[in-house]
């Protein structure tokens, strides 16, 4: 049944072969140029991919083949008109695109149906067994006839070529004497190749493996060699000095999370296997198994064994555009279709030049598909590999070559003489159908067969054929296991660690630090490498030496807030935060869950098994306002190993769910927020005292400064809004004074704070033109639009305050632009009722923003008078009351006199000690008339 199946699937295959050789045909005979035009350039690479694995595919069982002979005609015409189409932007979509999209996913069920049938095929013959049984004939018992000698025939096979019928035209006998004491193969067993038209297993269409019985070819497709080294040295791009690994690294010459080499002043990087292949990275190969003899100067693996993987993939042939037929790969750089030099694969009809990658992609290259595998993955420039092209000597032991117009065997030097191989152009001539091709694809095609020459047994005689070859080389880089050190891993500088993280996102060379020391801009390189800025713990030196926190730093305008925001970045992938919400942490028991083993354990525990790296796990301490490690949160007591809970001041223990409850920490680090927070002390520190206490926050016993609230997130400037989620929510700060939870006093200085950099104060600097509504760069005075205005340093639109009088509240031009009341880019207000557009200038002018905040306005600073006197801040007896047109009389005298009562609402006058009656002045003034 299975041998039964296996003739039936080769039965099939051919008939279906036949069938999708004349569609094809057809199909492209049916196909115009025009229906065609504008194919997008993927597009064009399948339907390339699509002509050349149909020629592949479909090749018949004999090279006299008319139909086939007849489909690759057709198919160099598809691939012509496909290679002169200039490409589209997006994907054709027509009836002939569909078509042809069609026929490729039939072409690819042929090939998984023949794959399948063949697998088949295979297994059913590892599974046959043959047994040679004497059988006895009961009815003639056997006689002793002779055991001098018998004779063996062998027929001689040959085929008419015109009509293709088998004759049996001559036979030769042998004689053996002792048959059973010779050898069990015969060469006689072998019929001769006179005439004979070889027979392909499909599997040699598809990638040359056999043909009758022997390898088809020793055509190699893809060598992989794998080495490895240490790095010994490094060239600085700048300095041209040869640099450590640690230099390399600090200097943000070498990126080891990314694998690239950088020049840091021109912005271009190559990867780590061009780099060495350049010669721009020195290293030392050496035994896998061994280091000895290498510099343990190791960093994350860079300085340990490393490796580079070289895969050599040959180009077979390459298809001219303009005719469609593949020709060989010296004909192409003669023809100046490819550039050996830089790799470019040029079209001469539509003008494009691709790369080496995107030349075998599309279908201009014959090379092995593996060369693409992982090209389509990487993301960025992550350790990608280096390809390269080179025209190499390469050398095959011939064995045989057939002649197709005799079907005999010929010498290799015989070929040569005749004409039939050209080792200079590296071609190879039919004689009988005149058609040129490759060494490589006649060798695929079992026309040339032999070997790779291998220089350990072979020498250098008649029959070996040495031809240039073009290879192509792709080298990728891969980092080894960090080296052990006295028994222990060699641990990188962290401060490096983190340093080289911004390299790739900020460009550390660019000026972005004030150096306290000198009042002079600096890069972030060179205020680390000086000190001034300790990335792995977070921290700011001064020039009085005093150590602040990064916020710190920036509040007092020694870093700028962009970078702060790039630098806190690089601690949210590795923060407490993280490991909680990775199940690994439980922020109420302070216990580590290994997920490997399921088993629960203390952090100390955790730390000392490695589970858990203490020096590259963060959180934010709110009370400090900085960014702390576990490891220095332990040394500085602030973190307790054995429970995992966060101890307070006071020396309380709280859990970490606990800790951030009562605004102690942040489990999570948002570099958004605490630049805002830096920003907002930095904004507030010029015009008034922020550690005035008046602020009330759930969970916090105390009254609050206001340094402490905008730290802790109660106060947010840029909305002017007080924030307190479980108990009023996000409300107006004037809302927030009228329910007790802030100060009026410190209202009243927050609103002045406003005032002084309000939109009126921009409009009077000349920050902002009201007629546009852009700002004014002050140094080239042009206009510019809001957002530009921001990340140029001009003006912050989330702290130009001005007061909403659709609202009646306190707000800021930025948050006019998130709610879509002014539009950032026509410098327009809308009134969202009307829809209506108008100008600052209109929107001030018919009253509908107030440029200016008026503190008294929006905070009532009076008090019952009695409350005054019960509290000893007013004295009855010494105090003069003030009255409507400057009317004065003593406190006494005011009080009999009926202008107030003990529950009046007064203010007193801070410079001269008076009481003011807070109410209507009209009625005052009857009462004083």
């Known amino acids: 049944l299975r041998e039964q199946i296996c003739v039936n699937c080769q039965t099939a295959a051919g008939r279906l072969r036949s069938q999708l050789a004349q569609f094809l045909s057809i199909m492209v005979s049916q196909t115009q140029s025009k229906e065609l035009q504008g194919l997008s350039a993927n597009q064009k690479s399948d339907y390339m991919k699509l002509a050349n694995d149909a020629t592949q595919v479909l090749r018949g069982s004999s090279l006299d083949d008319p139909e086939y002979n007849q489909l690759k005609g057709d198919l160099a015409v598809f691939r012509k008109l496909i290679s002169q189409i200039k490409p589209g932007e997006t994907d054709l979509n027509n009836a002939a695109v569909h078509k042809w999209n069609k026929t490729h996913t039939v072409l690819r069920q042929f090939v998984e149906l023949e794959t399948y049938s063949r697998h088949f095929e295979e297994e059913c013959g590892k599974r046959r067994n043959e047994e040679v049984l004497l059988i006895s004939d009961l009815r003639k018992p056997p006689q002793y006839i002779s055991s001098a000698y018998f004779q063996r025939v062998i027929p001689t096979i040959d085929i008419d070529v015109t009509t293709k019928e088998s004759k049996l035209t001559s ?209 960025g420039p992550m350790y990608q590999s280096y390809t390269s092209i080179v025209l190499e000597d390469v050398k095959y032991k011939v064995s045989r070559i057939i002649n197709s117009l005799t079907g005999e065997e010929m010498t290799l030097e015989e070929a040569v003489r005749a004409g039939f191989i050209d080792p200079v152009l590296g071609i190879y001539k039919n004689p009988r159908t005149g058609e040129v091709m490759s060494i490589e694809e006649a060798m695929k095609q079992g026309l040339i067969k032999g070997r790779p020459f291998d220089s350990k047994r072979d020498l250098d005689s008649n029959d070996v054929l040495t031809y240039q070859q073009l290879q192509v080389r792709k080298q990728t880089f891969k980092a080894g296991e960090p080296i052990l050190m006295n028994g222990d891993l060699v641990k990188p500088d962290q401060n490096e660690v983190m340093l080289d993280k911004l390299r790739a996102a900020v460009g550390s060379s660019k000026v972005t630090v004030v150096d306290p020391r000198t009042g002079k801009p600096v890069s972030l390189e060179d205020a680390v490498d000086s000190g001034v800025i300790d990335l792995a713990s977070g921290m700011f030196r001064t020039q009085d030496g005093d150590i602040i926190s990064l916020t710190e730093a920036c509040a007092r305008g020694f870093i700028d807030a962009s970078l702060l925001e790039e630098i806190l970045k690089a601690y949210t992938d590795s923060t407490l935060g993280s490991l909680i919400s990775s199940g690994r942490f439980d922020p109420d028991t302070g216990l580590v869950m290994d997920l490997t083993t399921g088993k629960a354990m203390t952090l100390q525990a955790a730390i000392q098994n490695k589970i858990i790296d203490p020096d590259a796990t963060y959180f934010y301490d709110l009370a400090r306002n900085r960014v702390l490690s576990l490891a220095e949160a332990e040394e500085s007591g602030r973190l307790d190993e054995k429970s995992g809970q966060i101890v307070t001041a006071t020396g309380e223990r709280l859990s970490v769910s606990q800790a951030q409850a009562s605004k102690q920490i942040c489990s999570e680090i948002n570099p958004k927020e605490i630049v805002e927070r830096a920003e907002s002390l930095a904004l507030l520190r010029g015009y008034m005292d922020t550690n005035m ?195 004065r009389m003593s406190l006494r005298d005011a009080l009999a006199n009926g202008f107030l009562t003990m529950g009046s609402r007064v203010t007193v006058d801070p410079e001269t000690g008076d009481v003011l009656l807070m109410s209507d002045e009209a009625v005052v003034q009857s009462l004083v008339e």
């Open 171 to 379: 036979f030769k006998s042998e004689m053996y004497i002792h048959e059973r004491h010779r050898n069990k193969v015969s060469p006689l067993l072998e019929p001769p190749v006179k005439k004979q038209i070889l027979q392909r297993d499909e599997a040699a269409m598809a990638g040359g493996d056999y043909v009758d019985g022997y390898t088809a070819s020793g055509f190699q497709t893809k060598v992989s060699e794998v080495k490895n080294f240490v790095i010994a040295g490094v060239e600085d791009p700048r300095t041209k000095q040869k640099l450590t690994i640690l230099q390399a690294l600090s200097r943000g010459v070498l990126n080891k999370d990314f694998g690239t080499y950088n020049n840091l002043e021109t912005g271009q990087f190559m990867p780590i296997a061009e780099a060495i292949s350049r010669g721009l990275i020195s290293v030392e190969y050496g035994d896998a198994a061994s280091t000895n003899g290498f510099e343990n100067d190791s960093v994350d693996g860079l300085g340990s064994l490393n490796s580079i993987e070289t895969e050599t993939f040959a180009v077979s042939g390459v298809v001219d555009p303009r005719t469609g037929e593949t020709v060989s790969v010296k004909e192409a750089i003669v023809s100046g279709l490819l550039d050996s030099k830089t790799g470019k694969f040029h079209n001469p009809v539509t003008g494009e030049e691709l790369s080496l990658l995107d030349a075998v992609s599309a279908g201009y290259l014959m090379a092995d598909a593996s060369l693409l595998d992982g090209e389509d993955e990487v993301d």
């Open 693 to 887: 206490r008046g602020i009330k926050i759930l969970n916090v016993s105390d009254m609050v400064s206001v340094e402490e609230a905008i730290t802790l997130g109660a106060i947010h400037l840029p909305t002017s809004c007080y924030a307190d989620e479980k108990s009023v929510g996000v409300v107006p700060l004037q809302l927030a004074v009228e329910m007790e939870r802030v100060e009026p006093s410190v209202a009243l200085a927050l609103f002045s704070a406003f005032n002084l950099h309000s939109l009126e104060q921009e409009i009077a600097t000349g920050l902002i033109d009201p007629n546009s509504g852009k700002y004014i760069n002050p140094t080239s005075k042009q206009k510019v639009q809001v957002d530009a205005a921001k990340k140029a340093g001009i003006s912050n639109p989330d702290y130009v305050y001005l007061v909403d009088q659709q609202t009646g509240n306190i707000t800021t031009l930025g948050a006019l632009v998130e709610k879509g009341k002014f539009d950032p880019v026509s410098g327009q207000f809308i009134d969202v009722t009307t829809g209506q557009s108008m100008s600052l200038r209109e929107a001030i002018a018919w009253g509908i923003i107030i440029p200016f905040v008026d503190p008294e306005k929006y905070v009532d600073t009076s008090s019952a008078l009695k409350d005054l006197i019960d509290s000893g801040k007013v004295n009855p007896r010494a105090v003069d009351f003030v009255a409507a047109n400057d009317l």
